[in-house]
């Protein structure tokens, strides 16, 4: 999927998010161009840097979402950070590496996930050897003795071949068996205060070496040793090495970082006081975003073509704000517009994940079918946009404060409903929520 068109990436941003047609062209172009460098020769490659952005937006309007569905659509790694949440180096919390060892840990599980595939076939054999074996364990005699020769042999292979029936055809799931499985070594001493991502790379893989994990027996039932049996096989057919090695390289050609509320460390001019450690993280995010190599637990890691999407609201302060280094490092910007009333009609029911859709499913699965009349959404939109105007607007995340609220009495008696049919039109909208829309008081506890 990384070989995608620009107007390919945009329709498939199209089936989940409305509106905001310029940043799904800039996020499109942005991920196109990566492709294109990856077919340039090795000598002009090197110089292309990533088209890193700042989308600019009030909360609720799809700057998160569209970083995250683009990530999927490519298959590339992708962490969602918080810029208020690092510190200045030589300051008490996480400093900003922290997100490229994430971005590194989010690479091994996704090359870890297609690597199972390819032994999934010999993965699955094993797994049903080993099950086997726990379901028809040998006697002492044989034990000692060896295996049986003969008539006992045949015997044997015909049980085995009996209990391989069974456990295919699913008659065997609830049997109880005993698997080894590996423990969880617990923190000492400093270790239990610290989180794995305060602990230096290189301590944490000498720590890993001296105390290795602790095994266990554990009795369980098929369904679930069958899980615990298949990730014991999978993890010696694969190479953890090659795991390492191509999760390095896509990280650092296809990683992307999502870096929230960028705003709240622009600094005005005229401000004073704790202002300055926000300055301090600013310069600790100058050299990640231009390219460096960060030290992970699994060796060096470079930065220079990860692909870093920054977003913030800017409503106290301007991009400018931005000390001027960091600005020239982030040299698109794309202002989001705000959701209006026919946008959220538009998100209520177009997406293929639009919030009608989600509640009609999750009632489905207890036997109510809920029908959404065609005058339904456009009263939840009127009801949602209001609130936002009258109180906080938080964008399209206002449709979700609604509609659970329109849908708290049918999931409540869901239960009792079992095997009926209810319709939600303009007029249950209104019953439901009219009253606390009216009351702006109640509608900020509320809604």
């Known amino acids: 999927m990384d070989d995608l068109t620009p107007q390919q990436t945009v329709e498939a941003l199209d089936r989940y998010i409305i509106g905001q047609s310029a940043a799904k062209r800039a996020a499109a172009v942005a991920i196109r161009t990566r492709w294109r460098r990856r077919q340039l020769p090795e000598d002009i490659r090197n110089e292309v840097t990533p088209a890193n952005m700042i989308l600019i937006g009030p909360t609720g309007v799809g700057k998160t979402e569209i970083a995250r569905r683009l990530a999927s659509l490519v298959n590339a790694p992708f962490v969602k950070v918080e810029a208020t949440k690092y510190t200045e180096v030589g300051y008490h919390g996480r400093d900003v590496e922290t997100m490229v060892r994430d971005l590194v840990e989010v690479a091994i599980r996704i090359v870890h996930d297609e690597q199972t595939e390819v032994v999934r076939e010999e993965a699955d054999r094993l797994t049903e050897e080993r099950l086997l074996d726990s379901l028809l364990p040998s006697a002492p005699s044989e034990i000692e003795s060896g295996p049986p020769q003969g008539e006992a042999s045949e015997r044997r292979h015909r049980s085995r071949e009996k209990l391989r029936a069974q456990l295919r055809a699913g008659e065997l799931e609830d049997r109880v068996v005993e698997v080894t499985v590996q423990g969880r070594q617990a923190p000492v001493g400093i270790m239990a205060t610290m989180g794995v991502d305060q602990v230096d790379p290189d301590v944490q893989s000498f720590l890993e070496r001296i105390m290795p994990s602790p095994t266990k027996a554990r009795s369980l039932p098929v369904r679930a040793a069958r899980t615990v049996l298949f990730d014991q096989q999978c993890d010696r057919l694969i190479d953890r090495d090659k795991v390492i090695e ?197 509608s900020r506890y509320i809604l």
């Not at 390289?249 to 870096?259: K, N, P």
């Not at 302060?317 to 959701?339: A, H, N, T």
Request: aromatic share 4%; with cysteine.
């Open 246 to 442: 191509l999760a390095i390289q896509r990280t650092e050609e296809s990683g992307i970082i999502f870096i929230d509320e960028l705003d709240k460390l622009a600094t005005p001019v005229q401000s004073h006081g704790p202002d300055v450690s926000r300055q301090g993280v600013q310069r600790d995010l100058l050299p990640i975003i231009e390219g460096c190599a960060v030290g992970t637990r699994y060796g060096p890691v470079k930065t220079d073509h990860v692909l870093f999407i920054t977003a913030g609201a800017f409503h106290a302060s301007k991009p400018s704000d931005l000390m001027p280094e960091l600005q020239g490092r982030l040299p698109i910007r794309v202002s989001l517009e705000e959701l209006t009333r026919d946008d959220f009609i538009r998100i209520l029911t177009e997406p293929q994940n639009a919030l009608t859709r989600q509640h009609v499913a999750l009632l489905a699965t207890e036997g109510v079918l809920v029908e959404f009349t065609p005058d339904a959404a456009p009263a939840l939109a009127d009801l949602a946009f209001k609130i936002n105007q009258t109180t906080d607007n938080i964008g399209a995340r206002r449709l979700m404060t609604v509609m659970e609220k329109l849908m708290e009495e049918i999931s409540f008696n869901a239960a009792d409903l079992k095997g009926q049919t209810v319709r939600i039109d303009a007029a249950y909208v209104h019953k439901r929520l009219e009253g606390i829309v009216q009351d702006t008081d109640l």
